[in-house]
């Protein structure tokens, strides 16, 4: 059985080209066969016919209001080709290769996507398409509807989003920007419009339905959420809009779930709303800056929850807290589950990695927090994300720098842990950490903190608060010894 493999939509060598036939409408192909003697005509109920026509009218109103604003991205990329591997060989027949050759050569590589205009200043267009599009191109062309070739010029990209701006200089005021919908309000089973140019057929519209929202892809390395639609998106949709019934972009065509490589009817775009702020940030800074508060979040079991007091509520767990950091400046603590940020509810760890990347810098955000069962209230003010800091850097500054699940009947089991011993088991310890500096390990029971006893997650994490301690220090239970771990100083 073949597995499914993601793929994104640009366009990257040279395609095979299908091409589907379009039939005619059936009352008026019926009718042009009746003309000819060769059948007779159908007779559709007026009433009926004239309720298709009022949607394709609709459907024509849409293509013919989007279409002017999509556009075609061409893109040259240079790369180096590998080191040849025969340089260091013996030529006995044609003589040692000359440097030229046995170099790495450098050559320029094609590619074609799709984008759409989203915002005009002055004579400046602004296209909005994806990173693995046009990221790391060198030289970029936009094409528009009309058969003008532009020439482009990257604003900006972000990797992590998979957006980037591309913009085009024109006299031109009629060009077409295209009007940006909401997509928190796009509902499985809504009408939708894919457009783009898939396999180099430029303009082209497949119609489908949402399929289903909220869609996360971890294997395409996106904190992006996505709207998976049916409606066929191929090779070279890559950056086109995902459009409504209204002629408003909901999302930005992206890749699709395939075991061919062409579509199956799973597609993905990402949602409008969350690459707005990035439209903002790349035509002012040229980059996307990420809002950050300094926590590590996780997912929670419902075993987990129990533990922790939570009940079945929906959220994230703070599982660490950075030392220093805005997060812990404004008072929240490992442990803390939140349920809302800004007043609106925290559905998921990736929705909440969303929401606060695109926090403003500098702002208040108000955090709702369930700790030890109780609702508390933290006001945080937003600094920016980092990207230059090291994996290590960041590790040293997480509290505690471990990362706890609960002692269950299986793991006992498993790691031989007899029943008597009370505590929460030590999964896993970040390297350079405080936990790792105390000589925490991987399979330790932490029984006590400070020396008080404790023997859920709640109250693992409620000895923990950091609030007028000086030094915090484990009872930890390994191999049937159980020992105190050295003193950690924290002022």
Not at 27 to 35: K, L
Not at 44 to 51: F, G, K, Q, R, T
Not at 64 to 72: A, I
Not at 234 to 260: D, F, K
Request: glycine letters at 10%; aromatic letters at 6%; proline letters at 3%.
């Amino acid at each position: 059985m073949k597995r499914s493999i993601l793929r994104g939509c640009a366009i990257w060598s040279a395609l095979a080209v299908s091409v589907a036939a379009f039939s005619l409408p059936a009352a008026r192909a019926s009718a042009a066969a009746g003309s000819a003697g060769s059948a007779s005509a159908v007779r559709v109920p007026a009433n009926a016919l004239s309720a298709v026509e009022t949607m394709q009218e609709a459907f024509r109103a849409v293509a013919d209001g989007v279409l002017p604003s999509v556009v075609e991205v061409d893109v040259v990329e240079k790369k180096q080709a590998p080191d040849n591997p025969l340089r260091d060989m013996p030529f006995f027949f044609f003589g040692e290769p000359n440097d030229e050759r046995s170099s790495p050569r450098e050559y320029e590589q094609h590619g074609l996507g799709s984008g759409v205009i989203v915002r005009k200043t002055g004579k400046t267009y602004y296209v909005l398409t994806n990173n693995h599009v046009a990221g790391t191109a060198t030289d970029i062309s936009v094409k528009l509807k009309d058969g003008q070739k532009l020439t482009g010029k990257l604003v900006g990209a972000d990797e992590r989003k998979d957006v980037a701006l591309v913009s085009f200089e024109s006299d031109d005021a009629g060009i077409p920007v295209a009007a940006l919908g909401d997509s928190d309000a796009v509902r499985t089973g809504d009408i939708c419009f894919a457009m783009g140019t898939p396999l180099h057929f430029a303009s082209s519209v497949t119609q489908g339905i949402v399929s289903a929202v909220g869609r996360s892809a971890n294997e395409m390395a996106n904190i992006s959420d996505f709207i998976q639609t049916d409606a066929a998106i191929n090779q070279g949709n890559s950056g086109g809009p995902l459009v409504n019934i209204y002629g408003e972009v909901i999302g930005i065509n992206t890749w699709i779930a395939s075991q061919s490589g062409g579509s199956q009817g799973l597609g993905f775009a990402i949602a409008i709303n969350n690459v707005k702020k990035a439209i903002d940030d790349f035509i002012s800074r040229g980059k996307v800056t990420y809002g950050w508060v300094g926590v590590a979040l996780s997912d929670l079991s419902k075993e987990y929850k129990k533990e922790l007091g939570v009940g079945d509520k929906n959220g994230a767990f703070v599982s660490q807290i950075y030392r220093g950091s805005p997060a812990q400046k404004g008072g929240m603590q490992a442990g803390d589950f939140i349920v809302s940020l800004n007043r609106k509810p925290v559905e998921t760890v990736n929705q909440l990695v969303r929401s606060v990347g695109d926090l403003t810098v500098g702002e208040n955000a108000q955090f709702e927090v369930l700790r030890g069962g109780k609702a508390a209230s933290v006001k945080v003010k937003v600094d920016s994300r980092k990207t230059e800091t090291s994996v290590e850097e960041h590790s040293a500054q997480l509290w505690p720098g471990c990362y706890i699940t609960p002692l269950t009947s299986e793991n006992r089991k498993q790691l031989k842990i007899d029943g008597k011993v009370k505590g929460v088991l030590v999964s896993e310890v970040a390297p350079k950490s405080p936990a790792a500096a105390m000589r925490v390990q991987s399979g330790d029971v932490i029984t006590a903190v400070n020396d008080k006893k404790i023997s859920t997650v709640e109250e693992f994490y409620r000895a923990l608060d950091l609030n007028g301690k000086t030094e915090v220090w484990f009872d930890v239970y390994n191999g049937g010894h159980t020992i105190a771990t050295s003193r950690y100083k924290l002022k």
